[in-house]
């Protein structure tokens, strides 16, 4: 599993079957510093995530593995959120919607 922060939405009107009612969001990949390390990307949506949330990601075949329909054509999930990034000399914690 991999760090990101989520910077937007993709909507599309035609999916390739399985993928119907399952959330795109544009994610930036982050290294160990919470700094990007590549370029954006965009991922399907497992844990109802929303912009500027700091999350989980899984890539490759295990990333289709997190959806209701198993083995649909993804590359990149978002599995989780993440509640708190403690290391030195960084700290985060999630912020709390209501």
Do not use: W, Y
Not at 84 to 92: A, F, N
Request: hydrophobic share 40%.
């Amino acid at each position: 599993m991999h760090l990101a922060r989520v910077i937007g939405t993709v909507v599309a009107t035609r999916k390739v079957e399985g993928l119907e009612g399952i959330r795109f969001l544009v994610v930036q990949p982050l290294d160990h510093n919470l700094k990007p390390k590549s370029e954006p990307v965009v991922a399907t949506d497992a844990v109802q995530a929303g912009e500027g949330d700091l999350v989980h990601v899984c890539t490759g075949r295990e990333a289709s593995m997190a959806l209701p329909e198993m083995f649909v054509p993804v590359d990149i999930t978002v599995v989780g959120h993440v509640d708190e990034v403690d290391c030195p000399g960084h700290r985060e914690g999630r912020k709390r919607r209501s």
